[in-house]
């Protein structure tokens, strides 16, 4: 790999890789692929120009446009891929760019519903209140019966669906594309009023950008709960929590974020920042109405394996045909 | 209902009533039976005699003996009745014995599911670190395709069969009565050595009473996560300590413990205990690898309607025939 490799010292460098990531990609690397790994984003890491000919990114990192005239290709380690698009549309550089589709589908279902489950049942509060065994205050819902309302059905969404029908809900997608033939499509309009449970789980696109905005947010049923496992960008943070300051919303989960780069670095540095989004978002975490990851959800043993072998899948077909097996399209 | 409350003020009281449930046991409550209602067990109050002739507990009030003799009637308000049965081998007083069936099966199902998903995907560390955003140590499983062993198939155990096979799990059953056609059964020696997620859903019985002591925990898997929203003493708190300290479980979810009357006043009172059961209780719930919960399985808006009409169905019957409608066997 070293026509890649002139003038630097590795062939790849990835990004805003977590140990296990580290250890499972190291696990594929062929021994003829020279690469170096670290936990930091292009930001933490201070690099000012490229280390590597092809670079790895999960979401956070944002892409220095001056770096596209040094770069042969850039892989994100992540199934959406609009942060590349964005680039793509920045730079004039020809790149290739490629991502990761279908490694998470189910680790991500099943974390929304683990965010949905524990906030039906308030599952914050019952972890403080066993500090005194007391049970006011802990009632919560049973979801059988109560109704899904799955936002965006592609192939995470359409695994919802699956869990929501297995636990006995009654589900409804959302979709502009109605691809399965075994999901009862609704607009939104019609199901914000019925909807017990409401899960965003549509590709980060300008159209969606921002959906779930304060007005739609008011069409919800009171006392349903929101998750968001797809991106931050879709749901402000700021009507999130005056969705809930005013009772409108029981409760909020969330794995992603609106403006995660800057929220990601202010938890890590504990300092302040001036963004009103990323203040939202602190204020949110402080709730016992909310539970927050930190965009956690396709982080499961199955998942890991996956996409590292997947990584490595895409580092191979680009070298040996100069394109990525998955390019962003 | 004066008949009953001869000298007494009033006609029942509640013991360990809860702020949701009283508001719902006053709306069932006719105006001609008289009750008051605490949230404390009877050690609490302090009540020296009984305070009514007919009274309610649920399962953290010890019954004092020199009580039977003035008591005519004693409801528990949960599913179990070992308690009742063990007071009445103590008593001689010819007393009615009442408590709920049937009233929380799903809600206690709901929560089994929720403890087990948050603790194969360690959501403890992923609430903590989100304060961070790293992802270290965070990678968790999925629960599709995995193995899940209810331990007591009655109707808890059947509905925590039925969510298993929603989520796409493989679920095995033990149970010495083999009442449900569509479970399957297995012996408990052939099951353990391949179940991922084990959850004890028994009666508590002189048969049953620390079943899953240090040598059945070591017949599980390595690497399974184990639930109780039975009884505490079906699972010695110092044997699951120890399991998880050597490896040998992953996740400990409890809804109920081991000397839980005992627990609840040390935790409520913040006084230490010279108890080594709730000793290894307390240290359980400091690890980020168990969840505990204060008892609360059963505690959903369904759960608690239910319970509080059945409750005052009782009462009601009680008065009109002189016995339960749903007598301890």
Redesign the interface.
């Known amino acids: 790999m070293a026509l890649w490799a002139v003038n630097m010292h590795v062939d790849a460098v990835f990004y805003e890789a ?3 990531e580290e250890r499972a990609l190291r696990a594929h690397l062929p021994p003829d692929i020279s690469a170096r790994f670290t ?1 930091k984003t292009i930001q933490e890491s201070g690099d000012p120009v490229p280390p590597a000919p092809v670079i790895s990114i999960r979401t956070q990192s944002t892409l220095p446009t001056p770096w596209a005239a040094h770069l042969r290709a850039i892989l994100s380690r992540s199934t959406g891929y609009d942060h590349l698009v964005d680039y793509r549309n920045r730079v004039t550089a020809d790149l290739q760019l490629g991502y990761l589709p279908l490694y998470c589908n ?2 991500v279902a ?2 929304a ?2 965010l949905w ?2 906030l039906l ?1 308030r ?2 509060r ?2 403080r ?16 019966g109560r109704t899904l309302l799955v936002v965006g059905v592609g192939h995470i969404g359409h695994e919802i669906v ?2 929501g ?4 809900m009654r589900v409804l997608g959302v979709d502009p594309v109605r691809r399965w033939d075994d999901v009862t499509y609704v607009s939104f309009d019609e199901a914000a009023p019925v909807a017990d449970v409401v899960v965003a789980a549509m590709n980060l696109t300008p159209a969606s950008r921002g959906f779930f905005n304060s007005l739609r947010l008011l069409q919800l049923r009171a006392g349903a709960v929101f998750v968001n496992v797809a991106r931050g960008e879709l749901a402000e943070a700021e009507a999130l929590l005056a969705a809930l300051q005013r009772g409108a919303l029981a409760g909020v989960g969330l794995d992603v974020y609106d403006q995660e780069p800057e ?2 670095v202010a ?2 540095s504990g300092s302040s920042t001036p963004s009103a989004a990323v203040d939202a978002v602190l204020a949110l ?1 402080q709730r016992d109405d909310v ?6 959800a396709f ?6 394996e996956r996409k590292s072998a997947q990584s490595i899948e895409q580092l191979e077909h680009l070298r040996r045909t100069g394109r990525f097996l998955w390019p962003v399209p």
């Open positions: 977590f140990a296990e936990w189910r680790a099943e974390h519903m683990l489950m524990g049942r599952l914050p019952q972890l209140q066993f500090g005194s065994f007391q049970r006011d205050g802990l009632t919560g819902a049973e979801c059988r699956d869990i029908r297995g636990l006995g929220l990601a938890l890590r975490a539970l927050c990851t930190p965009h956690n982080n499961t043993c199955e998942s890991v």
